[in-house]
């Protein structure tokens, strides 16, 4: 986020992002003399180009898209699978360990997982109120009579 600017921001908006990022880059202007605050201006020049034209910014918009499906989230916390709660009725048989459990997140939602997510190795559980993920431990059991 180089002019740190909203994915839809107008171009009055930009404008102003990009001669602020110029300002607070420019050897004259800076406060700081630390190498760590310097941005290349040249780098700012080419943010401001693709995002005033529109296919440029389109296809910048896509890459970033796809960047973000191919990239899996952060799990907040990692949770045993031993915290979980057995989500079974109460007149469930006592042997029924097919699940599913729930997990309380701190929004107030809950994270669920089911056998067959265990089954497909998935570890990774989304709340179901809010963004948030946790990595769930637990090993699969090979069950063979």
Request: hydrophobic residues 35%; proline residues 8%.
């Amino acid at each position: 986020m180089l002019l740190a600017v909203p994915r839809d921001a107008s171009p009055a908006i930009l404008k102003s992002a990009y001669h602020r990022a110029l300002l607070q880059s420019h050897p004259d202007k800076r406060t700081t003399h630390s190498p760590a605050t310097v941005t290349d201006i040249e780098l700012i020049k080419e943010a401001y180009a693709v995002l005033s034209d529109s296919e440029l910014r389109a296809a910048h918009n896509a890459q970033l898209d796809q960047r973000s499906l191919t990239t899996a989230p952060r799990p907040a916390q990692v949770v045993s699978l031993e915290e979980f709660e057995d989500e079974n009725p109460p007149d469930a048989p006592e042997d029924t360990d097919e699940g599913p459990w729930k997990y309380p997140c701190r929004c107030g939602g809950w994270y669920r997982i089911t056998t067959s997510l265990m089954e497909k190795g998935d570890h990774l559980i989304a709340c179901n109120s809010c963004s948030e993920v946790v990595w769930v431990g637990y090993e699969l059991v090979d069950c063979e009579t």
